[in-house]
T-cell receptor
């Protein structure tokens, strides 16, 4: 089944403790992206990747890192999480390198930073 | 920076009536405008999209219109049904390879 998977789905952590949220897609898509969703703000793009080893900042990249060493994986890294990073996170992928195709979203990761 | 404004934030319509959601974008170079539906506890799912060389696109009860001059696009849902209740997001693909989403519209269908 074609899908985007994220792990973990739920995470409660404490300020400053490094964490990684994994994202994997099995559709051989070139474009992958991370979003955070907050009430009243919709989805805001954190980072995106147009292909392996090609990443760029979205609208809210501060406090986050990403890597794209393989086409299928696009992990989101929070080196020193803070409470303002408490949010619902979505990973997405799309076939085209520029993102102008249907984006397929993962199920989301709800992160709470205490 | 570039932004997309979406209105209304909440919308309640009687079952069988039509619903319209409007978005305005700021980047005149935007050329791809998808609409996503998000049901409770799930990720957004594409329901329809339109590219800048097209003024209108229809798929059964759902249609999208685009006015490039005014830089706005709208989602139209006709003959609404209970399963249409969800949060809807518009988005615009900007010239910097970024995708900017609107803030969402919570649509409720009254029986």
């Amino acid at each position: 089944e074609a899908q985007v998977t994220q792990n973990p789905r739920y995470l409660i952590t404490v300020t400053g403790k490094k964490l990684t949220v994994t994202c994997s897609q099995n559709m051989n898509h070139e474009y992958m992206s991370w979003y955070r969703q907050d009430p009243g703000l919709g989805l805001r793009q954190i980072y995106y990747s147009m292909n392996v080893e090609v990443t760029d900042k979205g609208d809210v990249p501060e406090g986050y890192k990403v890597s794209r060493k393989e086409k299928r994986n696009f992990p989101l890294i929070l080196e020193s999480p803070s409470p303002n990073q408490t949010s619902l996170y979505f990973c997405a992928s799309s076939p085209g390198g520029g993102g102008t195709d249907t984006q397929y979203f993962g199920p989301g990761t709800r992160l709470t930073v205490l | 920076g570039e932004n997309v404004e979406q209105h209304p934030s909440t919308l309640s319509v009687q079952e069988g009536d039509s619903a319209v959601i409007k978005c305005t974008y700021s980047d005149s170079a935007s050329n791809y405008f998808p609409w996503y539906k998000q049901e409770l506890g799930k990720g957004p799912q594409l329901i329809i999209d339109i590219r800048s060389n097209v003024g209108e696109k229809k798929d059964q009860r759902i249609a999208v219109t685009l006015n490039k001059t005014a830089k706005h696009f709208s989602l139209h849902i006709t003959e609404t049904q209970p399963e249409d209740s969800a949060v809807y997001f518009c988005a615009a693909y900007s010239s910097a390879s970024k995708i900017i989403f609107g803030s969402g519209t919570r649509l409720s269908i009254r029986p």
